[in-house]
């Protein structure tokens, strides 16, 4: 039996749960690291890089996880890597299904995104580092919520019948808790390999864009640090950067 022993604060409209968690950091609010906050539906829902991530009112999660990593910015760089295995484990425990990961944080399912995370930090080089994770899944989209996805998307209810969004509340913040502190542990020793076992485009011709330069070669994986391999002429590269968006060919 899954217990929770988390703060979850649900709240049933804001503009984005990831901007309340960072404002309350910046007045200087003491948050405890596990802390969640939910809501029902985002008004001003983000994913990188200034993108909207659609969220309707409705069945779909929005969540936001709160850690503070002691260590500085340093030992943030893999964490995108520690959270997309994270919604793998809690997807894989709850329903049985396998998704993707594309680097750093989207999730698919079937080739389709089926959530997005949104790693946020607040701190230095050295010294404390307060992280806002955050996640949107897609559990049961409304009819007509979906015009502003330029991409193709799925949701969870149309792979399964047993959605429960406080069992996934649970399960979810349950995982990141394992993940984070293993990652606190030992980095991403043990996370590398399992990675790149789910990895979404294994091996397969891609482009990395910045908005300003591009790079193509085949996606080889991740290295130790979380960075993305790119073979380029023969030759293995490695990419770092929460801007740099991946695309098929
Ligand atoms: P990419 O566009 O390559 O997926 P990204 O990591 O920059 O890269 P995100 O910032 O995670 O993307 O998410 C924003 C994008 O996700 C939007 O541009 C849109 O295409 C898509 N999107 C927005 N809302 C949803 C949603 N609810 N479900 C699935 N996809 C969405």
Redesign the pocket.
Known sequence: RLSCQNSVEVQPIIDSTNSELMRRIQQGEALDSGQVLVAEMQQAGR???G????SPFGANLYYSYYWRLDDGLQAAMGVSIAVGLAVYDAIEALYGLSVELKWP??IYLNGR?LA?V?VELEGQVEGPCHLVIGI?I?LQMPENASK????P?TDLASHTHSLDKNVLVAQLTHSLAQRLSLYEKSGLTAMVEQWNKVNAFANEMVTLSTGMRTWRGICEGIDPQGGIVLRQDGELKSYYGGEI???KD
């Open positions: 994913g990188r890089r993108r909207v991530w659609q944080n989207d995104k997005g949104l949107g897609n502003g996805i330029d991409q998307w968006s991946l695309r």
